[in-house]
């Protein structure tokens, strides 16, 4: 629970703000570049080139599972945090109904994954992924 001071009753859109800054608040990332240079993971880890064609394929998949949180509301009271980890491109569906198909739970490693994107890209959006499945795996 937080509490804000005001002088008096705040507009929708600063109520609307308060709560955003509440709920997600700014947090503090160094540039990718940062760790490489302190090497952070031993020197084994670098960013990549913006603009190669992995790369490219990487954002799209990050944008992708971005997407489908707020498509399909994985965020709920259990699954808080928690992505599904097999789409099938057939039926352009998660593979929630066949067995061993449902929720990730961090078995394929997808919090670090999202972290070590977190950190390379500094994106906000793939940090509160990463934060959030970490809470959801750890409690």
């Known amino acids: 629970m937080s509490l804000v001071a005001v002088a008096s009753t705040p507009t929708r859109k600063a109520l609307s703000d308060m709560s955003k800054t509440t709920s997600e608040p700014p947090m503090l990332l160094a540039s990718a570049e940062t ?9 084994q880890w670098a960013p990549t080139i913006a603009d190669s064609e992995l790369e490219k394929k990487h954002n799209t998949l990050l944008d992708f599972y971005v997407k489908e949180v707020d498509q399909r509301h994985f965020y709920g009271f259990i699954d808080f945090g928690d992505v599904m980890h097999t789409y099938d491109s057939i039926r ?15 078995e394929l490693g997808t919090d670090l994954w999202l972290w070590l994107a977190a950190m390379r890209s500094g994106r906000s959006d793939i940090f509160w992924l990463a934060y959030h499945m970490t809470r959801h795996v750890s409690e």
């Open 92 to 106: 352009h569906n998660w593979r929630y109904d066949i067995g061993g198909y449902a929720w990730d739970n961090a």
């Open 35 to 43: 760790y490489a240079a302190h090497e952070l993971f031993g020197g």
